[in-house]
């Protein structure tokens, strides 16, 4: 019996390789991230973006990106980790970052987006995704601005981490809540983010400092970010 593509992919079976756990995986890459960039920043506002050294944050560069901020409401991804390419099912660099989110999301996901550069602030997003047959998929996003060489602020750093099945792509979210904490030259951003976190749960779960390398990407791959050809990270 002949199977035409469209039935093959109702009844492509979901990979469990993919599935992240809150207590081992999501919330320490969250926390190393943004210790790595409160690191940079030292008593500023923000790092400079030419201070981003991949080497240094080699496992878990996976689960990170770079925004680039052509103009207002207009933020693409200029890098992207692997894992952000198999939420989409293809290479995310390039494209808008609202291609993430479903069409109703995208104007609350791009005021919070404008946010991170007009504030300047860091943001933090929770995600979820699923339904009409879907598995449920939630996440976490933090978007942490750069100043640029001109001086501007047209780049941010951000980190994306998920929880659930991947399954068949593209996964598009929704914004199930967003925080937003101002920067404040000398005061950690870690610290801010996850207090606003435990108040909306109700927990009192302490910050973990970042520990440095850690072998967190899946075997046999080698973590990556990918370049827009002709440009600069």
């Known amino acids: 019996m002949r199977m035409t593509r469209s039935r093959m992919q109702q009844r492509r079976p979901e990979c469990g390789s993919t599935r992240q756990r809150k207590d081992s995986m ?41 925004l680039d901020r052509t103009r207002p409401g207009v933020v693409r991804f200029r890098l992207s980790g692997t894992h952000l390419n198999e939420l989409m099912g293809m290479e995310v660099r390039g494209m808008p970052v609202r291609a993430l989110f479903e069409l109703p999301e995208r104007e609350r996901l791009m005021t919070n987006v404008e946010r991170v550069f007009a504030g300047p602030a860091a943001v933090h997003l929770h995600l ?51 925080d937003a904490t101002p920067l404040l030259s000398g005061k950690a951003v870690l610290d801010a983010v996850f207090d606003a976190d435990r108040k909306n749960r109700g927990l009192a779960e302490a910050a973990e400092p970042f520990r440095g390398a850690g072998p967190r990407h899946t075997p046999g791959k080698r973590p990556r970010l990918y370049v827009v050809k002709g440009g600069k990270p």
């Open 26 to 66: 999501t919330y320490p890459i969250i926390r190393d991230v943004i210790t790595y960039w409160d690191r940079l920043r030292a008593d500023r506002d923000m790092p400079d973006r030419v201070e981003i050294d991949p080497r240094e944050i080699c496992d878990l560069l996976s689960y990170m990106f770079i």
């Open 128 to 178: 979820e995704a699923g339904g009409h047959g879907r598995s449920a998929l939630t996440g976490r996003m933090v978007l942490l601005p750069l100043r640029g060489t001109d001086d501007t602020i047209s780049r941010a750093l951000g980190v994306l981490t998920t929880d659930g099945l991947i399954g068949q792509p593209p996964r598009r979210f929704r914004v199930a809540r967003a």
